[in-house]
């Protein structure tokens, strides 16, 4: 935070070094948790190690030499301004603030920088993240959204930390699953064509429901049952020989319907703000996951066993030299000739890199997909991609409501758009009674934002590999470890600072020094404030949603205990309640930013 005094002690340790020749390791500032007075320390062991390496060393321990080391800066560090003291001790340097100005320093950085406090500096590398990839002819449910809220969070959070980040969808659009609703819609639906945009995947899932009971071998069939169940499977192979070949006849048929889910899917993407830069689809990557096979085969990487009628298969273990078996031995190829799952992410990872000029390439799906996506990135590494280093499996776990699992071949799913209606719903319920004042248009607007924070946040709380049982009253509570609990700070900042103008009065930041004994409560409100861009680093290098999702409670938590228990239109006097009100402003700056990478709105009245 105290950017300027860190650069004045950076350079003068930088001529320290120069001028005893020890070579000049950059500080790593650490905060020290408020006790009184807030500082910063940084260590110098690594510098006393260094200089013992490059026997430029005293012969001295390292310990010994590192506290010789602070204490000589220390000596050096004279008349800082803002600066309380300095002390050395066991080989660390402790710079202690004055208090008041240190309180200043942080409301004015974030009242200047306001949006963009917390934005880290370009990082000069291109990241793409892949999520709200559902499949096709299928509803979108709450699984899907779990995927999408965490994604687009992450992508949020990368982008804000300094990365160029991309977006990408990748939809599977084919597979028996797809020829099956196909198959089904063409022998009994057709023609037919669901109206709402939001009915269709549902649609298309019932279909897909009802196919699977007919093609399902039951106990004790008749002889009749059998022979019209084998006719139906015959006819669904047919299908999917027709789309493979190219028939126009299915391959219109596929995208007309292909089109339906996709709709919906745009839709609910639309919804939640969620915009996708890049769209590739599983079909499409058919072709270069052929010519991936033929590579592989000619660089030796991968056996082709077709000439003995087998398939082509990639040893992993054997060819990355690994004794134990960790990745196991991959088809690649089929010996009907068709690729797999894993074909088809080994090209479009490379179309990643080399269309997309991608450095790091983040994958947000499903959990049990994890040993696939290790044997992807395992490959992609025995063809060399310096890339592979950094791809990343972000993996999620299952979402359920109280009433028990779903599972989508017996058409129990819990779709999203549902869970949101109802969510809203209930919001509404109660909004009515609180806020009498709201007219209809704003009262379901609010009810909207209250309703998809309370969604969002109650996936973005949990550790994203741990299954979730969505409990609908838990999330909407206004405490707690939810959404509208975090929205419900921001607007009460809000109020105040309306109240504050209606009543005439200034959060000028030159009255705000904040030279009165401060109350702990406003001293914790600070501390929260000043850690807002270590949170956004921390959550964007370890790709974690929930570290700020963690943060955003704890700052709403330190601003509601605040508001409690501080005056602060009431202030008595003016100076104090001029730099509560301007601390405030503060508060509701840094509630924003975090909802925004939350990818939850901030409203201001609810
Ligand atoms: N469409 C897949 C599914 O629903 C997820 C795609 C994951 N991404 C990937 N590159 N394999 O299971």
């Known amino acids: 935070m105290f950017q300027e005094i860190q650069q004045a002690v950076e350079t003068t340790l930088r001529a320290f070094c120069q001028a005893e020749g020890i070579p000049f390791v950059a ?18 062991f690594q510098m006393a190690a260094e200089e013992a390496r490059a026997g430029r060393g005293t012969g001295k321990p390292v310990p010994v030499r590192a506290q010789e080391l602070a204490e000589r800066m220390r000596n050096q560090l004279r008349g800082l301004e803002g600066v309380n003291r300095v002390e050395s001790v066991k080989g660390y340097l402790n710079i202690y603030f004055e208090t008041g100005a240190y309180a200043r320093r942080v409301v004015e950085t974030v009242l200047a920088q306001g949006a963009d406090f917390g934005r880290g500096a370009p990082k000069g590398e291109r990241v793409m993240v892949e999520y709200a990839q559902p499949n096709t002819h299928h509803s979108f449910h709450i699984g899907h959204y779990r995927n999408t809220i965490l994604g687009e969070v992450l992508a949020r959070l990368l982008e804000f930390a300094g990365y160029e980040t991309i977006r990408a969808s990748y939809p599977g659009d084919i597979g028996l699953g797809v020829i099956t609703v196909l198959w089904m819609y063409d022998k009994f639906y057709k023609g037919q064509e669901p109206q709402e945009v939001h009915a269709r995947g549902q649609w298309l899932l019932k279909l897909y429901v009802e196919a699977t009971a007919l093609l399902e071998k039951k106990e004790n069939e008749t002889p009749e049952e059998t022979a019209r169940r084998e006719q139906y499977e015959a006819e669904r192979r047919e299908m999917y020989r027709r789309w493979d070949a190219g028939d126009p006849y299915v391959r219109d048929l596929w995208l007309r319907t292909r089109e339906w889910s996709l709709e919906e899917l745009r839709d609910i993407l639309r919804r939640m703000d969620v915009k996708i830069d ?34 082509v298969i990639v040893r992993i273990d054997e060819k990355l030299g690994l004794k134990q078996e960790k990745y196991r031995t991959n088809v690649i190829l089929r010996s009907d000739g068709t690729t797999l799952y894993l074909t088809k992410d080994l090209a479009l990872a490379k179309i990643k890199f080399e269309k997309y000029g991608v450095d790091r390439s983040i994958y947000v799906v499903d959990v049990r997909q994890s040993l696939h996506l290790q044997q992807t990135f395992a490959i992609l590494r025995l063809m060399g991609f310096p890339q592979a280093e950094k791809c990343y499996h972000l993996g999620y776990g299952f979402v359920s409501l109280p009433e028990g699992a779903m599972s989508a071949r017996r058409g129990r799913v819990v779709l999203f758009m549902d869970v949101l209606e109802e969510a809203v719903r209930r919001v509404l319920a109660v909004e009515s009674e609180k806020s009498p004042e709201m007219n209809e248009a704003e009262r379901r607007r609010v009810a909207e934002q209250i309703g998809l924070g309370a969604l969002a946040y109650s996936m973005l709380a949990v550790d994203n590999n741990r299954d979730i049982v969505f409990d609908m009253d838990a999330a909407l509570s206004f405490e707690g470890h939810t959404g509208p609990y ?64 963690a943060y955003a409670y704890d700052l709403a938590n330190a601003f509601h205990s605040f508001y409690h228990a501080v005056p602060v239109i009431q202030a008595g006097q003016e100076n104090v309640r001029a730099a509560r009100l301007a601390l405030v402003a503060a508060a509701k700056q840094v509630l924003a930013n975090a909802l925004r990478l939350l990818s939850i709105e901030a409203p201001e009245v609810m």
Do not use: C
């Open 27 to 44: 500080p790593q500032w650490k905060p020290i948790p408020f006790a009184g007075e807030w500082g910063v320390s940084t260590s110098f």
């Open 278 to 311: 890049v769209w590739f689809f599983e079909s499409e990557v058919d072709e270069p996951a052929k010519a991936i096979v033929e590579e592989l085969v000619q660089r030796g990487i991968a056996d082709d066993e077709r000439p003995q009628g087998g398939a």
């Open 486 to 549: 975090i929205q419900n700070a921001h607007v009460r900042a809000s109020s105040i600072l309306k109240k504050s103008k209606v009543e005439g009065q200034k959060s000028d930041l030159g009255l705000s020094t904040f030279d009165y004994e401060l109350t702990r409560h406003e001293i914790e409100l600070i501390e929260q404030l000043s850690r807002f861009p270590q949170a956004v680093e921390q959550a964007a290098n370890e790709y974690r949603p929930l570290v700020m999702a």
